[in-house]
């Protein structure tokens, strides 16, 4: 457990990733404002075994009545123009990190209401929580837990969950169910 995702030492992990990243962030301005973020990032992307980053992020407007509640609970203290900016400085990120590491990177904008913020590198998954609170879930309680990804990726592609599968493995399902869901219901950026 880490108390603010500054402890659970996200720029190392991040470039430590041999194969995969997924990140199911929503917003990822801070990213572009944290050079030891984006240097992580590229670290990782220029892995010769890197296989893919999918990033997950939200629309900034939807008819789906969760999203303006959503954002509020993500950034409670933003304007409606400062979260634009918010928005626009993620997007720019995504593009130059997808432009820079072309084939690499898929974008995708979701429909679906996020349900926790997950990061998941190789066979880790960093997660929190959304909570309408002041502070911001990056300063909330993180967990990092380990599992077999590509088994769990394989089993949410053919939407069957083995029933031999432990208490563990079915917990950590959980995260990347989130995460194909949010992908199968989103707009796949083309960058």
Same mark, same amino acid.
């Given at each position: 457990?880490?108390?603010? /995702?500054?402890?659970?030492?996200?720029?190392?992990?991040? #470039?430590?990733? =041999?194969?995969? @990243? &997924?990140?199911?962030? *929503?917003?990822?301005?801070?990213?572009?404002?944290?050079?030891?973020?984006?240097?992580?990032?590229?670290?990782?992307?220029?892995?010769?075994?890197?296989?893919?980053?999918?990033?997950?992020?939200?629309?900034?407007?939807?008819?789906?009545?969760?999203?303006?509640?959503?954002?509020?609970?993500?950034?409670?203290? /933003?304007?409606?123009?400062?979260?634009?900016?918010?928005? #626009?400085?993620? =997007?720019?990120? @995504? &593009?130059?990190?997808? *432009?820079?590491?072309?084939?690499?990177?898929?974008?995708?904008?979701?429909?679906?209401?996020?349900?926790?913020?997950?990061?998941?590198?190789?066979?880790?998954?960093?997660?929190?929580?959304?909570?309408?609170?002041?502070?911001?879930?990056?300063?909330?309680?993180?967990?990092?837990?380990?599992?077999?990804?590509?088994?769990?990726?394989?089993?949410?592609?053919?939407?069957?969950?083995?029933?031999?599968?432990?208490?563990?493995?079915?917990? *950590?399902?959980?995260?990347?169910?989130?995460?194909?869901?949010?992908?199968?219901?989103?707009?796949?950026?083309?960058?």
């Amino acid at each position: 457990m880490y108390v603010g /995702l500054h402890t659970a030492s996200l720029p190392q992990v991040l #470039a430590e990733a =041999r194969q995969r @990243i &997924v990140l199911h962030m *929503a917003l990822y301005a801070e990213f572009g404002r944290m050079p030891a973020l984006a240097e992580a990032l590229r670290t990782a992307l220029a892995q010769p075994t890197f296989r893919r980053l999918q990033m997950i992020t939200v629309p900034l407007a939807s008819r789906r009545g969760w999203v303006d509640e959503f954002l509020h609970a993500l950034r409670p203290d /933003l304007t409606a123009v400062q979260m634009e900016h918010e928005f #626009a400085a993620s =997007r720019d990120f @995504i &593009v130059r990190l997808a *432009a820079r590491h072309e084939g690499l990177v898929e974008v995708y904008e979701t429909h679906a209401l996020p349900c926790a913020p997950c990061i998941i590198v190789d066979d880790r998954i960093l997660f929190g929580h959304y909570a309408h609170s002041p502070v911001p879930m990056e300063q909330g309680f993180w967990f990092s837990v380990a599992a077999p990804m590509d088994e769990l990726f394989a089993w949410a592609e053919t939407g069957v969950l083995p029933r031999d599968a432990t208490p563990r493995h079915r917990a *950590a399902f959980r995260f990347v169910c989130d995460c194909r869901n949010a992908m199968r219901q989103a707009k796949r950026m083309l960058l």
